[in-house]
């Protein structure tokens, strides 16, 4: 039922009420619908083709979050709907505000984050005439959004935002475009909004299909050398509960994908680490040993490493997505479905344990691999993330960037608790770090979150402090400065020699703190471990940002 | 590689032939044929791809075809139990002298006669792929000037 006063507050184009249709303008409409999805907070950047849109929000009860660059909004609601479990929302006008958009949408589905996009749009009279701000958004975002819409009917709105949220959270969760032209946000409809949804192309599967679950833990019980590899997609099942439970009771060695850190506990008997071209060579190496493999929520993607050195391992593929089963390895078992329905059964209905020898020899691989870190004189970036990880507390999050610092985040922060770690995984985007920051600490804002990045990438979306200063976010930002796009450095040295590096060294670095202080954020310079330590603790204990630029080594490797 | 036939049900709405098509161009999956068009009911178009890849890449295909929204169903249509046809047009230098052959030639593959110029004839043939390609095998001596095949359309057979 619609109260009066809420009738005359929101809504200006209100005309009239009949039954539980009440016309209005398509922009309200819009506005009306997100409220309708629960939603309480909008990244975005205005524009000519968004104002309707935005007049709208205005008027509404919904936050909006004014970013930098629009880049920044499809990180900002990537952090924010893995850290809430909601689909984060950006709005974005036309022509350049969707193709700035464009790398934060794909970096949203490489890594299937539940978003909802809606791009304003040129006139409809005017599609196809090239006019100002005009870019063909719903062709150019196809392949990597989970759907698009072009709006051609106001009235097709309220179903479409349906819809688009049901499609963006269910099954394996994605982002979902809404492209709406400029004349669309001004028309009148009728505004119901849909109860039911009915998508006959979209069906998800989400419970597994029992025989197969049967099967695989026949599969699980005769194997001798079994490891469950976890991905990314247990996360976003909310599935590291169940994961946990499963692992112990049938005590089962589990390596993680880079995706996949965060969903078992680091110090847990049964972890054995990150697998992968940059993983732990011990993971690595559990995983060729093996002789069956459990995959859960992970797409066996290139860089895990899994899809070399277990060719002939049997395997046992769990994934919402069926066209990830078999992609790119021969599966013997496959489960389509949703991991935490799964693993629930799978803990049920499993009663053995793993053999002894098999726990024996994985401990035999890890303790061969555990070395002592080598003594390092100068500054050393691996050693100021474990000072991180051991002296926050078990619900903190930490976002690492992309390259040589997301690595030393993700081989020395330990998981405990509910904690949890944030990254590009499967794009690779620079620069996310800060902005998806920003989405995680506003979806979480009572848990510490830290942003790690490197001096590269903080450049390509260094604006974003100023987001952090105006919305008042406790974000400490852990900036290494090795003026140069290190791993890249170390990739053209392994590939053509010593000292062959080309366009990845700043010959002129700004002065960042200089920067984060212009900015209005507090901020200092170290370079030791002593002062990184001293400095990273006392900016716990303020409730405001903090920026820390360490010094690097330019030559300081990865691993 | 086999040819396999695709017979994909989608939502008959604009960009949906886009997103299919954009798929396979994606994926790096050739199609060698696609035909489009209305079925019983106005709101379902069908579309039949078809394409020349190994079993397991026709698999990825089908499931990656299957996460479309815009994709209803995906049935993969085996020749023995389908009906496949194709629609030919072809424009082929015809004269006082070769006129007749080339009606008699038409005659024998059930062609129509569909346009007589002074210098061409068009005809229009329907039927299996293999006739099409013997049908144009036969006419190039005469002089093939224009060309067009509709690539298949397929429906499966009822008691299959």
């Known amino acids: 039922m619609w109260k009066a006063a809420e009738l005359f507050i929101s809504f200006k184009g209100v005309f009239y009420v009949k039954g539980r249709e009440m016309k209005m303008i398509a922009s309200d409409a819009i506005i009306k619908s997100l409220e309708r999805e629960g939603v309480d907070i909008i990244f975005g950047y205005s524009g000519a083709a968004v104002c309707p849109i935005y007049e709208s929000l205005r008027r509404s009860g919904i936050k909006h979050i004014l970013v930098r660059q629009e880049q920044s909004a499809a990180h900002n609601a990537n952090g924010y709907a893995r850290i809430s479990g909601k689909a984060g929302v950006c709005i974005v006008t036309s022509g350049p505000g969707a193709t700035n958009i464009l790398t934060g949408i794909a970096t949203a589905y490489m890594d299937s984050v539940p978003m909802v996009i809606i791009t304003g749009q040129v006139g409809s009279k005017f599609i196809g005439k090239d006019v100002f701000q005009e870019i063909d958004t719903v062709g150019t975002t196809a392949s990597f959004t989970k759907h698009n819409y072009l709006v051609k009917n106001a009235k097709d709105l309220p179903k479409i935002i349906k819809e688009a949220f049901y499609i963006a959270r269910t099954g394996r969760p994605g982002p979902v475009l809404i492209d709406i032209p400029l004349d669309i946000q001004k028309q009148q409809i009728d505004f119901n909004y849909p109860t039911t949804i009915d998508i006959r192309g979209y069906r998800p599967v989400t419970v597994g299909h029992g025989r197969q679950i049967e099967r695989a833990i026949k599969k699980i019980k005769e194997s001798e050398r079994p490891v469950v590899c976890a991905g990314g997609g247990v996360l976003l099942s909310d599935a590291s509960k169940e994961l946990r439970e499963f692992i112990k009771k049938v005590n089962l060695p589990t390596v993680v994908t880079l995706m996949g850190i965060g969903s078992v506990e680091t110090n847990s008997e049964n972890y054995y680490g990150m697998v992968g071209s940059h993983g732990q060579g011990y993971a690595n190496r559990i995983i060729s040993q093996s002789d069956l493999i459990i995959a859960i929520g992970t797409r066996i993607a290139d860089r895990s490493t899994i899809s070399q050195s277990a060719r002939d391992t049997a395997m046992i593929h769990i994934d919402i997505d069926a066209a990830e089963i078999g992609k790119n390895l021969d599966v013997d078992i496959p489960v389509v479905g949703d991991a935490k329905n799964i693993l629930n059964v799978l803990i049920e209905k499993t009663e053995f344990t793993v053999s002894d020898e098999w726990l024996r020899e994985v401990r035999e691989i890890k303790d061969s691999y555990t070395q002592g870190e080598q003594d390092y004189k100068g500054m050393n970036p691996r050693r100021a993330i474990k000072f991180v990880s051991d002296i926050t507390d078990d619900s903190v999050i930490l976002i690492g960037d992309v390259g040589q610092n997301q690595m030393w985040c993700a081989r020395n922060f330990e998981i405990r608790g509910d904690r949890r770690f944030l990254t590009s995984g499967g794009l690779g985007t620079m620069g996310c770090s800060l902005p998806i920051s920003i989405g995680a600490k506003i979806g979480a804002p009572d848990r510490t979150v830290i942003s790690v990045m490197g001096d590269g990438g903080l450049q390509m979306l260094i604006s974003e402090l100023g987001v952090v200063r105006e919305n008042g976010l406790d974000i400490k930002i852990i900036l290494f400065n090795n003026q140069r796009l290190g791993m890249v450095r170390e990739l053209q040295e392994k590939q053509y020699g010593k000292g062959c590096i080309h366009g990845v060294v700043f010959e002129h670095s700004p002065d960042f703190v200089k920067i984060a202080e212009g900015f209005g954020l507090k901020g200092t310079r170290v370079i030791s471990n002593e002062e990184f330590e001293r400095v990273f603790k006392d900016s716990l204990n303020m409730d405001e940002a903090f920026f820390i630029e360490v010094t690097v080594d330019p030559d300081f490797s990865t691993i | ?160």
Do not use: W
């Open chain 2, 1 to 160: 590689m086999n040819r396999h036939i695709l017979s994909i049900l989608v939502e008959n709405q604009s960009g949906v032939l886009s997103k299919v098509s954009g798929l396979f161009t994606r994926r790096g999956y050739n199609i060698d044929s696609l035909s489009v068009g209305e079925t019983e009911s106005p709101d379902i178009s069908r579309m039949t791809i078809t394409l020349r890849r190994g079993e397991q890449d026709v698999e990825q295909i089908k499931k990656q075809l299957n996460k479309l929204i815009d994709v209803i169903k995906v049935i993969e249509l085996k020749k023995e139990d389908s009906v496949c046809r194709e629609l030919l047009l072809i424009k082929v230098k015809a004269d006082i002298k070769t006129r007749a052959d080339i009606i008699g030639i038409s005659g024998i593959f059930k062609a129509s006669i569909v346009d007589v110029g002074k210098e061409s004839l068009i005809l229009e043939l329907t039927g299996a792929s293999e006739k099409a390609d013997a049908f144009i095998e036969i006419l190039k001596p005469y002089g093939i000037l224009e060309c067009h095949r509709t690539g298949i359309t397929a429906l499966k057979r009822e008691n299959s």
